[in-house]
Every structure is written in C-alpha cells, then in structure tokens.
C-alpha cells in the first residue's frame, strides 16, 4: 500500500513538472492551447512546432532517462551491497561517455552524428564503454574472492578520474563544431531531444527494467555476505554479472541521448529505501519513479532560473546531489 502511495506522489510531482514545462517557455501556451494541439483541433503550426519538436520530445526523454538512470542506480547499490555506489560515482558514466565520444570522433567525417543509425548505434558503443568500465572496477576491487565496498568507492573515483581525462582528450581534438557538441553533451542535457531520441531510448528501457524486476528476490538475497547467499543456493556470479550488465544497459542508453546526469542513481534509490524499506521488489519501481521526477523537474528548472539561457539539467541536479552524497558520507562514518 505505502509503495502505491509513494508512486502517486511522484507521478503528481512529475504531472505539475510536466505541466509547468509544456506551458512555459520562451513561447507561453495555456492549456486550452494544449489541449487543441494534442488533439489535432483548430491546427496552430506554431502551436505544432513547439509543443511535438522541442518541449514533448525533451520532456518524454527527460521521463526515460530518470526513470533509467533510477533503476540502474538501485541495482547498482544492490549487487555492490554499497549505499554510496552509483553508476556515476563508480565510473559506469564515465566509461559509457568516453566510449561514445570517441565514437563521435572515430566516425565525425563518415556519418552524420545527428542521424538515426548513428543515434541508434551510440548506446552500442556506450554499452561497451560501460562494461569495460565495470570489468575494471570490479577486478581492482576485488579483495580475496569478494567485493570490497571501500576500495569499490576509490577505484570508481579513480576509473571517473582516468576516463574523464580521456573523454577531454578526444573532445579537444575534434574540429569546433562537434567540440561545441561534446562539450555540451557532457555537461548533462536534454535540451536537443528529439525523436528519434526517445526512439533510440525504448528498446532498452522496454526490455531490462522487466528483466531487473522480475531477478528481485536475487537482489534481495545478495544483500547477505557472499558465502550466506551462496549456501541460499543463489548463483552469485551469474546473478551479479547479469543484474550488472542490465544496469550498465540502461546506463548507456541513457549517456548515449544525455550525456552524464549524474546523482540520479545516487539519490533515487536512497529516497526508496527510506519511503518503501529494503525490499527491492519496492525499490526497484520507486527508485524510477524518484528518478523520473528528479530529471524532469530538474529539467524545468534549468530552463527557467536563467532564462532566457538555459542550465543543464546534469548540472541542476548535481547542485543538489553534491551536498547529499557528502551527507551520506558523514553518516556513513558515524
């Protein structure tokens, strides 16, 4: 009942953001403008251009994002048994960012960047930066047989460090224009979504949000010491490895369309934990919902605190995510 309860809360949170973005503007509209619009009486071409090419597209991807960004982030934590782990802490966005970037940069002369089978391929290359991200992180934080969750902290700060550096290195290289664009990207944005954006984005966040929930239990059980779980009968290895590459999914689909957003992942699933308690057949949807919630609102607000310039919603969010994670950590040491 509480989970019901807590998912209506931030789906209304979501609708008044979503309200608040679709009205405002540059371009005011009202909601009898909107609703004619949506449904195709007394066509309006401004109308139609501002409401189905920028602010619909961005605030649907902003929707997936979060929502992406918020379940990957609870696994994360789960299988790495670590409040403090976060696809963007741990380096999974960094890995993901550099091997897009480099993709913007190996194919710049070859493909137009802005084109459909170049947006569908770039969570490919974000997958496979994320993984390698992952293989590293977990092979240096390994301490006889087992995931240690400090030395799991400083190795992905480490990893962001090192990937981070590599990502500037090849932005600097590219010609102006697409420097312009990485730069950008980087920051964390969704103000260019588009369409085929939001196509690029379903695949991924239609197929292994299921996947995730329906491996719960697992979840549940790897909260245990590794040697507990396994005389559970659980298959640590193969669950951990496939819960692991679900999440770094999500996690390139997402850097792919918006580049690095970070403390979704972070703050998400601690918000959960704390409305719903430690099951993750709870967790799991409410740390996208959260996530969802974080995103567009943190969207709305970078367009609207410095209009008519706009803030990165990355940017938004981190203002707010600093402070919380060096709560965490202070608690953490108590």
């Known amino acids: 009942m509480r989970m019901w309860i807590v998912l209506l809360v931030c789906c209304g949170i979501t609708a008044v953001a979503i309200y608040l973005s679709i009205t405002s503007g540059s371009f005011n509209l009202s909601v009898l403008d909107i609703v004619k619009t949506l ?10 251009l501002v409401i189905f090419e920028f602010r619909l597209p961005r605030i649907v991807l902003g929707m ?39 993709f913007m940069f190996l194919f710049r002369g070859e ?29 240096f934080a390994r301490q006889n047989g087992e995931l240690d969750p400090q030395r799991l902290i400083l190795v992905g700060i480490a990893m962001t460090t090192g990937f981070g550096a590599v990502t500037m290195f090849v932005s600097l ?55 507990s779980a396994k005389g559970l009968g659980l298959p640590v290895d193969r669950e951990r490895l496939l819960l692991l590459v679900c999440s770094v999914g999500l996690v390139a689909a997402s850097v792919s369309v918006s580049g690095s957003i970070g403390f979704v992942g972070l703050i998400a699933p601690h918000m ?33 605190i410095f209009a008519p310039a ?10 707010i995510g600093v402070p919380y994670f ?3 950590l202070v608690r953490a040491e108590k």
């Open 173 to 227: 290289k590219m010609n102006p224009q697409d420097y312009e664009m990485a730069v950008v990207w980087l920051a964390g944005s969704i103000y260019s979504a588009n369409w085929k954006f939001v196509l690029a984005m379903l695949p991924w966040v239609i197929l292994l949000p299921p996947l995730i929930w329906t491996r719960y239990r697992a979840l549940d059980v790897l909260q245990l010491e590794e040697i």
């Open 326 to 328: 060096v709560y965490l």
């Open 64 to 102: 997936l994002v979060g929502f992406a960004l918020g379940m990957a982030g609870a696994v994360v934590q789960g299988i790495t048994r670590n409040g403090l782990a976060d696809p963007g802490i741990l380096g999974i966005n960094a890995g993901a960012g550099m091997a897009v970037v480099l």
């Open 111 to 139: 493909m137009d960047l802005t084109g459909s089978l170049s947006i569908m391929m770039m969570p490919i290359f974000g997958l496979i930066g994320g993984l390698a991200a992952s293989a590293l992180i977990v092979l």
């Open 39 to 48: 449904l195709r009486i007394d066509r309006v071409p401004d109308h139609d």
């Open 310 to 319: 706009e803030l990165a919603v990355g940017i938004v969010i981190s203002v």
């Open 272 to 304: 959960a934990r704390r409305l719903v308690g430690r099951s993750h057949r709870h967790i799991l949807p409410v740390s996208g919902a959260v996530g969802i919630a974080m995103v567009v609102v943190g969207d709305w607000i970078g367009k609207t």
